[in-house]
C-alpha cells in the first residue's frame, strides 16, 4: 500500500485514479448540495490537490492552496489564469485579508491532519470568511453498520486521521458554533462513506 500511496502522489496517477472511482459524481453531488457557488463568490480551497474543482466552480474567483508544488504546477499550467494557486502548508497558511472570502472548501483534507493541524485549517477558514460566509468540507469517515469495504479503504487510506462523525463534528464545533453534517456511503462507483460538513458563523 505504500507504494501505491506514493503514485498517487503524483497529479496524473491521482487524476486517474479519481475517474476511475467515479469522482466526478462526487464533486457534482457536492458543489450543487453543499458548495452552491454564485458568480462572482471568492472561493478559498485549501488542499486544491492538482485544482480540478475548479471545473464545477465556473465563475467564481479561486484561490487553491497546496503544499505540493507538483500538484500546484499542474494546477497552474491547466487552470492559468482562471485561478491564483499557491504552494503552502495549513500550518503556514496566513489570511492577508481576513473576512475576504464567501466560501473556503477543504475537500478530503481534515482526515489527513491530526488534530492540532485540522484545528489550525478551521481556524484559517473561520479567519477568511465574510458576513454569510460558509466552510464546506468532505472527508472519509468511519460509521456504524458500513460497508467492509468501505472500511477497508478507509483503513488504508493515504490519510491517517480518519475519523468518526463526532470527532469530525467536535473539531469543527470549537470554531464554528453552527455546524451541519450529511454522511453519504455512495458517492463514489465503490462502496465508501463520506461526511460532508456545512459551517457557518451562526
Not at 505540493?68 to 499550467?77: D, K, L, N, Q
Amino acid at each position: 500500500m505504500a507504494g501505491v500511496k506514493a503514485i498517487l502522489s503524483r497529479p496524473w496517477a491521482y487524476r486517474l485514479f479519481q475517474r476511475a472511482v467515479g469522482a466526478a459524481r462526487l464533486r457534482a453531488v457536492y458543489v450543487r448540495r453543499y458548495v452552491r457557488p454564485f458568480p462572482g463568490a471568492r472561493v478559498l480551497d485549501i488542499g486544491c490537490g492538482p485544482g480540478d474543482i475548479l471545473d464545477s466552480l465556473p465563475g467564481t474567483r479561486y484561490v487553491g492552496v497546496d503544499l505540493s508544488p507538483e500538484y500546484i504546477r499542474e494546477a497552474r499550467e491547466r487552470y492559468g489564469p482562471r485561478g491564483e494557486f499557491v504552494c503552502r502548508s495549513v500550518s503556514d497558511l496566513v489570511v492577508e485579508h481576513a473576512g475576504s472570502f464567501d466560501i473556503v472548501l477543504a475537500n478530503g483534507v481534515l482526515h489527513h491532519l491530526d488534530d492540532t493541524e485540522a484545528d489550525s485549517l478551521l481556524a484559517v477558514a473561520r479567519q477568511a470568511l465574510g458576513p454569510g460566509g460558509r466552510f464546506v468540507s468532505f472527508d472519509g469517515c468511519y460509521a456504524p453498520g458500513q460497508n467492509r469495504f468501505a472500511r477497508w479503504m478507509l483503513d488504508h487510506d493515504r490519510g491517517t486521521h480518519v475519523r468518526r462523525r463526532e470527532e469530525y463534528l467536535r473539531l469543527a464545533r470549537a470554531r464554528f458554533p453552527a455546524v451541519e453534517s450529511h454522511l453519504h456511503h455512495r458517492l463514489l462507483n465503490i462502496p465508501y462513506t463520506h461526511l460532508v460538513m456545512v459551517c457557518t458563523q451562526g
